[in-house]
């Protein structure tokens, strides 16, 4: 008995002698027959090598179907790498991302597309793509999805109570082969039974199937016949719609015949190629730049209507509004600027600037012989909200104003001063400050420190010096 050679046959028949054995305490029908057959095969290329039926007392049949294998047939139970769903799979996920890329990128336009970098754009993709594709295959190689076997996957094409594969003790050389392994961990994730039976012929169960359905009802049942039976029927054209209907290929025997199918991933891909096409023509239809032919341009031009209208003879130029300002109590009152030579009065309503500052049209008021120009309010009314001075104080006489200014240019800092009747209801002076008018808080704040550290100012000297929000007073 030890040297018996163990075949297929002999592990089907110990099998299904162990099933008896097994489930014979299972509640059932006690005047019902037992069933139990081996050799069995179904629609769609199913082969059940042993099969034990009986009723419950719900009225619902109990079936357990099983795999024997030899080490003859050990190709049903060694998995085999899934490279063709794996490269499908990788296809798809690359797919989604670069639609995702391509995305980001019209939400943020980091690489404008026009009709002279599309080559571009599908070389960068390409690029994004293939790395993705790289990383997927390097990553999920070993994952159980890729490690096709062919026991496992039968199984996962029908419905039975409980399934099992059952192995002759010589199928694997030892119990930590690297193939042994990585069937029970599938047969755990599955639910699927294992047992393994000796040259004297006494199973060993190494992993007992799931009481519960894990595929939660998505497996369908299929009626098993013995494989004479089924041939004959099939002999008879009554199966030649079988396979349009289930997907079945007859002639395919091979253990491959299980593998999943790629339809979801093809859809996926083509899902994803519609996207970019349309992210495209979105990006297209306002690009930065567009190259076009110069006869094709020259020819447009020619058929334009403007060509058939004369020049104007006189122009508009561009001008914002001028909204009016709050009347104050400083409206009608002036304020001096001297010089040694002469004296010109310019409104009260001003800023005092440097020398070198230009501005246009009627906003400009120039004294004579003076040092400085002195713009009125209303060159302040196009602020977009609050604007910030470094304020280096509050000064009512003009001289002192002036002095300040130019104490502080001195220095190599920019200062100025605007007339506090601008940003404030009924009040005379001046806010002498220094540097710029800057849009936040933070961007003086951090000038005033570059002051003092590039050792123009002291601490000292900054010490009264503040930061000060100004909005000019619009009616």
């Not at 040694?340 to 049209?361: F, H, I, M, W, Y």
């Not at 002195?374 to 977009?384: A, G, M």
């Amino acid at each position: 008995m030890e040297d018996q050679q163990l075949t297929e046959n002999i592990i089907k028949k110990v099998t299904l002698r162990f099933f008896r054995h097994y489930y014979k305490f299972r509640l059932r029908y006690e005047d019902q027959p037992v069933v139990a057959k081996y050799d069995l095969e179904g629609v769609g290329g199913i082969v059940a090598d042993g099969y034990y039926s009986f009723k419950k007392p719900d009225g619902k049949t109990f079936a357990a179907t099983f795999e024997a294998t030899s080490k003859a047939s050990i190709d049903e139970v060694i998995f085999k790498p899934d490279h063709r769903i794996l490269t499908w799979d990788g296809l798809a996920i690359s797919g989604m991302a670069m639609v995702l890329l391509a995305f980001f990128n019209y939400q943020n336009r980091f690489h404008a597309l026009d009709n002279t970098k599309f080559g571009e754009r599908l070389g960068l993709l390409a690029v994004a793509g293939v790395l993705v594709f790289g990383l997927f295959y390097l990553i999920a190689q070993n994952f159980r999805r890729y490690r096709y076997i062919y026991a496992v996957e039968q199984f996962k094409k029908y419905y039975a109570d409980e399934q099992w594969v059952a192995l002759g003790t010589d199928v694997f050389e030892g119990k930590n082969e690297r193939y042994l392994r990585e069937l029970k961990s599938q047969c755990v994730f599955n639910g699927i039974g294992l047992l393994t039976v000796d040259k004297n012929l006494d199973p060993k169960i190494l992993i007992t199937p799931s009481r519960h359905d894990i595929f939660l009802g998505k497996r369908q049942k299929v009626d098993f016949m013995s494989q004479q039976k089924f041939k004959e029927i099939a002999q008879k054209g009554q199966l030649d719609l079988l396979p349009n209907l289930f997907g079945w290929e007859k002639k395919d025997k091979s253990v491959l015949r299980h593998r999943k199918s790629a339809q979801a991933q093809v859809a996926v891909i083509a899902g994803s190629l519609a996207l970019l096409a349309v992210i495209f023509t979105k990006e297209l239809e306002n690009p930065d730049f567009r190259l076009v032919d110069k006869e094709d341009f020259t020819e447009n031009i020619a058929k334009s209507k403007s060509n058939t209208l004369s020049e104007p003879t006189t122009y508009l130029p561009d001008s914002s509004s001028m909204p009016k300002r709050k009347k104050s109590k400083t409206d009608e009152s002036f304020w001096t600027l001297r010089s040694p030579k002469e004296t010109t009065q310019v409104p009260a309503e001003s800023v005092l600037a440097d020398n070198n500052t230009r501005s246009v049209g009627t906003d400009e008021f120039t004294a004579k012989g003076g040092s400085e120009i002195v713009y009125d309010c209303s060159r302040f009314y196009n602020f977009d909200g609050k604007k910030y001075i470094v304020e280096v104080g509050e000064l009512t006489d003009y001289k002192i104003a002036t002095t300040t200014v130019q104490s502080i240019r001195g220095k190599g800092i920019f200062a100025a001063a605007l007339l506090k009747s601008c940003f404030t209801e009924d009040k005379k002076g001046f806010l002498v400050y220094a540097g710029e008018i800057y849009n936040t808080a933070a961007e003086a704040s951090k000038e005033m420190d570059g002051w003092v550290a590039a050792n123009k100012l002291t601490k000292t000297e900054v010490r009264n010096w503040k930061i000060r929000a100004i909005e000019p007073i619009l009616k």
